[in-house]
Each structure stands twice: as C-alpha cells, then as structure tokens.
C-alpha cells in the first residue's frame, strides 16, 4: 500500500511531531478529512490501525514515501532554500534578495543591527543576556542573532546553532553536555559560558573563551592529567622511586589548587586577566597590570610548571591579596606569595632548577621551597628578589 505524505516534522524522544499534513493518494484504511487552505488539523487525520493518532506518530512506523515541505542546505557560506540559493555570507553580513546587508555588531559579536546597501535600517536586535530575543524595533529579514549564531525557529524551538551543540536561550542552558566536560568537573556540563554570558562567549559550542581563555582551559587539562599520573604512581608503588609519598600527596593538592587559581580569575567579575604566550629564550614569565583592571600573565609556549607559577599570582591579584601601581606590586606584595607560586611551579614539574650566585640549585622536596630558597635565586648575577626584611616578612 502507498502512503505519501508531506508534513514538517520534528523527532523528539523517538517521538515524531507534525503539523501542515496533506496526504495524497489515499487507500480505503483512511479516514481524511478535506484540507482547509491547503492545510489539515494535525490532530484530525488518523489510520485505522492507530497509527497515527493526536498528532503524534511513533517513530518507528514505516512509509514508503516521505515528501518534506521544506529543505535548507548549507555549502560553506552559501545557504540554499528548497536547493534555491537564499544567501550568500561574507565577514560584514550577507548577500541575499538581490541586495548587500551589513551587520553591526557589539563586542560579544551579537547582531545589533542589519542596514541593506543603501544604509536603510532593516533589523534591530535586543538581547536577554543569554540570547533571548527581547524586542526587535523593524521585521526580522535574517536569522543570525545572538554571538552571530544561527536563531533555528523551525517548529517552534527557537534554538541557537553552535555548530557542536544547540542553546537554548530561555532555559539559558545547552541541550546537550559539553563534549569536553572532564575538564570542567566544577561546572554542570550543560552550563553555557560558565553562567557568565556578559564576559565569556562559545564560539563552537565546545568550549567557552575569553580572548585567548581557551590556552587557560588547556594548560588546566594538563594538570588534571598530572594529578592522576601521580595518584596512579603512589597507587602501585612506584611514586617512592622519585621522591617520598608525602611530598607526591603534597603536588596533588597544590596542583589542584592550580585548577581553583584559573577558575579564580575566570570568575573574577571586576578584573580582566588575558594569557599571553612567551618564548622563555627571549622572555621572562610574569604577570603584569596592562590596563584598568586588567592583568596579563606571560606564561611559555611549552607547557610547564611556570604556567601555574603565574595562574597562582592571578588568583592573589583576584582575590585581593596584591595588586600593582606603577606596573609595581604594592605594598602587600611578599615572600609568601612567591613561596606559593614555586609551589604551584614545583607540583606540575616535580623539580626546580634555579640559578644561584655559583652554581644552580636543585629542589626536589616540596618543603624546600622556603625564604632562604627565595633569597637564593638570581638571574644573570642579580638577586631577582632583592627587596628588604620587611618584604621577605610577609
């Protein structure tokens, strides 16, 4: 028996809903009821056999011929409508209608605005924080909205495209887990851009950034491996052969606290930090003010314990402990700090190598890492830290 249909049509839990039914060619085990404009009540036609009834259809029923009303096909950045070319992209806007559109944009990239070629205003976009649209002042003439993503309004969802996955902006949340969401054990895996939609933006659905954010987030992944790489060696028995079980246990925790001191700064909702990469031959790892509450942290293109030996500067800028004037740390800036920091470094690398006056110094025991090490340490026959009594106090 042939059955042609053509309806939209949306799966959900295995489920599939339809509206807009026409059928065609009907047999004698269907009751049809005369379309109305061309359209039919979804919820009127059904078999004789249930299977289909209230506008609901189990998707497991098998049709021999399935005609959809509408297809969109996308060929990098031509877009084609029922195989009919709809628009053209371009990094400014579009091409569509016989006419050139432009986008203005704020600086999360949300479309603001659409002007034709001619400068006539087409679009106004207003936004909830996490996409929802909240009024628009002309008629919608393209799709694209919030972080310049795609608005799907095909049966109703209204749900951004990231590519990886859908938002959904009222229930400000994904659809579906982060794909990389073990690197991320503190937040829920459907969680859009850390719950902090004003500073961070997903470009891909991934991974949620802040400039270059996404160096942080990787360095972080390699932490979370060293803390299972060492656990694993205290677990079987072979920690002993590079240091104590203490001082392993000790790396541990000041590796996790690395993950807290990113995280740190990622929250921060009053200060900037930015990660810029450095060749150590060249540069120095540091952390500098580089702006009214902005701060950026120097770290080398290899990952190494210097990394965290930054990340943990950023977190005691973050949470008030020091800050700088004059490209300076200030007055609450000591030994104590730099002590945590080598920490940090000392938990990722298992070892650190200094220049004394003479000769290089070796630490290979967490608990060597005191004020008389700090005194110690010079580069280039200066003593890095040559500050007083009253710094090395606190």
């Known amino acids: 028996m042939?059955?042609?249909?053509?309806?939209?049509?949306?799966?959900?839990?295995?489920?599939?809903?339809?509206?807009?039914?026409?059928?065609?060619?009907?047999?004698?085990?269907?009751?049809i009821e005369e379309p109305v404009n061309g359209k039919i009540n979804p919820t009127t036609p059904r078999l004789r056999d249930g299977g289909l009834e209230g506008g609901i259809i189990d998707s497991t029923a098998v049709f021999e011929q399935i005609t959809t009303i509408m297809t969109r096909s996308y060929c990098d950045n031509y877009i084609y409508r029922n195989t009919e070319l709809e628009r053209v992209l371009n990094d400014y806007g579009?091409?569509?209608?016989?006419?050139?559109?432009?986008?203005?944009?704020?600086?999360?990239?949300?479309?603001?605005?659409?002007?034709n070629h001619m400068g006539t205003l087409?679009?106004?976009?207003?936004?909830?924080?996490?996409?929802?649209?909240?009024?628009?002042?002309?008629?919608?003439?393209?799709?694209?909205?919030?972080?310049?993503?795609?608005?799907?309004?095909?049966?109703?969802l209204d749900w951004y495209d990231f590519a990886a996955r859908r938002l959904d902006p009222m229930l400000t949340r994904f659809a579906t887990p982060d794909p990389k969401c073990e690197h991320y054990?503190?937040?829920?895996?459907?969680?859009?851009?850390a719950a902090n939609p004003i500073r961070f933006t997903d470009p891909t659905g991934r991974y949620f950034e802040e400039l270059d954010y996404q160096i942080g987030f990787e360095r972080i992944s390699y932490a979370l491996d060293k803390i299972q790489y060492i656990q694993q060696q205290i677990e079987n028995g072979t920690y002993g052969l590079f240091?104590?079980?203490?001082?392993?246990?000790?790396?541990?925790?000041?590796?996790?606290?690395?993950?807290?001191?990113?995280y740190t700064m990622a929250a921060d909702k009053t200060n900037k930090f930015k990660i810029h990469l450095i060749n150590v031959v060249e540069y120095?790892?540091?952390?500098?003010?580089?702006?009214?509450?902005?701060?950026?942290?120097y770290i080398p293109q290899n990952i190494d314990g210097m990394t965290f030996h930054e990340f943990a500067h950023g977190a005691q800028i973050s949470i008030g402990e020091f800050d700088y004037y004059e490209n300076s740390p200030n007055e609450n800036y000591g030994v104590s700090h730099e002590i945590t920091a080598?920490?940090?470094?000392?938990?990722y690398d298992g070892y650190i190598y200094v220049y004394g006056t003479r000769s290089?110094?070796?630490?290979?025991?967490?608990?060597?890492?005191?004020?008389?090490?700090?005194?110690?340490i010079y580069e280039n026959g200066v003593k890095i830290y040559n500050y007083g009594d009253e710094w090395y106090n606190k």
């Open 342 to 347: 080598y920490k940090r470094q000392y938990a």
């Open 243 to 262: 240091g104590s079980i203490e001082d392993g246990q000790k790396r541990i925790e000041q590796l996790k606290a690395s993950v807290v001191d990113f």
């Open 122 to 156: 087409k679009e106004i976009n207003n936004y909830y924080p996490y996409g929802g649209l909240m009024g628009q002042a002309t008629s919608i003439v393209q799709p694209y909205k919030y972080n310049s993503k795609e608005l799907d309004r095909e049966n109703g």
């Open 284 to 297: 120095s790892p540091e952390t500098r003010r580089t702006g009214s509450h902005e701060y950026t942290l």
């Open 360 to 376: 290089e110094i070796g630490i290979h025991n967490m608990d060597k890492i005191t004020k008389r090490f700090i005194k110690k």
């Open 2 to 31: 042939n059955k042609k249909f053509t309806y939209y049509l949306l799966l959900i839990r295995g489920k599939l809903f339809f509206s807009n039914i026409a059928f065609m060619d009907p047999e004698d085990d269907m009751e």
């Open 94 to 115: 579009y091409y569509g209608d016989t006419c050139y559109y432009y986008h203005i944009k704020n600086y999360q990239g949300n479309i603001r605005a659409t002007i």
């Open 185 to 193: 054990y503190s937040l829920s895996p459907y969680t859009y851009c």
